[in-house]
């Protein structure tokens, strides 16, 4: 169990504190030395990767990988354009919310089907992000 | 390099939080196809090379020259914290279901709440701890289902 629980809490405290070190280095940087230091950061890691035996396979799914880099990319940006104008603790739990998107996404694309249980979460999710963004106005 | 501008309303910030919802959730099922015949280390290198193909465009377009100071680490430790938790979160997905690993790892927004709180002296709310915990709740429902 620890073999999986381990990493996923040391991820709830890195992604958690994410939200912090950035909203304090937007308060004087602009968004974009954001996404130039964490090009900065994974190249160290691909590094890392490769250097540890990682192997690169030319297959045709890199086109997909390229997209999910591509992706990463946007998604970093709109999450610090949010950050740079909004309270750390209204943008991070709002943006928490992109598993709604992956699973419209993936019935969409992949025809993953839509279960109950999907919907009520799906439910909860909108409830949730409706209530912060009328929170967020009346400030 | 000049600061950002201070741009106030809800519009403001939530439009650039839901393009991010709607990116990153695209991102997960990109990520779900590019794992059918890649390694995750290979996904991640191959993120990288899309973060290197943006910057050389960050730095001339938008003329930024970052300068040392508390800021500048913050941003670094940005970085790092994005890079090292993507290893992180195939790590344990290496060795856990997807229904163990998605509803604990779904929690960061509570870490986010209360350092928010304490560091940067944000007022939080009742409502506001009420919203997460159905998001929350909502991710967990969403990959146990």
Redo the contacts between chains.
């Keep these: 169990m620890l073999d999986w629980l381990l990493p996923s809490l040391a991820y709830v405290g890195a992604i958690g504190v994410l939200g912090i070190t950035s909203k304090f280095a937007l308060r004087t940087l602009p968004w974009q030395v954001m996404i130039i230091c964490a090009a900065l950061a994974y190249t160290v890691t691909a590094l890392a990767l490769l250097a540890t035996g990682t192997t690169l396979t030319l297959e045709p799914a890199i086109g997909w990988a390229l997209l999910v880099g591509a992706l990463a990319v946007c998604g970093l940006t709109f999450f610090n354009m949010a950050l740079e104008r909004g309270e750390a603790s209204m943008v991070v739990p709002i943006s928490a919310s992109y598993p709604l998107a992956g699973t419209l996404l993936a019935a969409i694309v992949l025809a993953e089907r839509i279960t109950v249980g999907r919907v009520a979460g799906m439910t909860l999710i909108v409830i949730g992000a409706v209530i912060l963004g009328r929170a967020g106005s009346e400030r | 390099?000049?600061?950002?501008q201070?741009?106030?309303?809800?519009a403001?910030?939530?439009?650039?939080?839901?393009?991010?919802?709607?990116?990153?959730?695209?991102?997960?099922?990109?990520?779900?196809?590019?794992l059918?015949?890649?390694?995750w280390?290979?996904?991640?290198?191959?993120?990288?090379?899309?973060?290197?193909a943006?910057?050389p465009l960050?730095?001339i377009k938008?003329k930024?020259r970052?300068q040392p100071?508390?800021?500048?680490l913050?941003?670094?430790?940005?970085?790092?914290?994005?890079?090292?938790?993507?290893?992180?979160?195939f790590?344990?997905?290496?060795?856990?279901?997807v229904s163990?690993?998605?509803p604990?790892?779904?929690?960061?927004?509570?870490?986010?709440?209360?350092?928010?709180?304490t560091?940067?002296r944000?007022?939080?709310?009742t409502?506001?701890v009420?919203?997460?915990?159905?998001?929350?709740?909502?991710?967990?429902?969403?990959?146990?289902?």
């Design positions: 390099m000049s600061a950002p201070a741009t106030h309303g809800t403001a910030w939530l439009v650039p939080a839901l393009a991010y919802v709607v990116t990153v959730g695209a991102l997960g099922v990109g990520t779900e196809l590019a059918d015949d890649l390694s280390q290979e996904v991640a290198i191959w993120t990288s090379v899309a973060y290197l943006a910057t960050l730095v938008a930024v970052p100071g508390p800021a500048l913050a941003a670094l430790a940005s970085g790092a914290l994005a890079a090292f938790s993507l290893v992180l979160f790590v344990a997905l290496g060795s856990g279901e163990q690993v998605v604990v790892t779904s929690a960061y927004p509570v870490v986010t709440l209360i350092l928010a709180a560091l940067l944000e007022r939080v709310t409502t506001q009420l919203a997460t915990a159905l998001i929350i709740g909502g991710v967990v429902l969403l990959s146990v289902s």
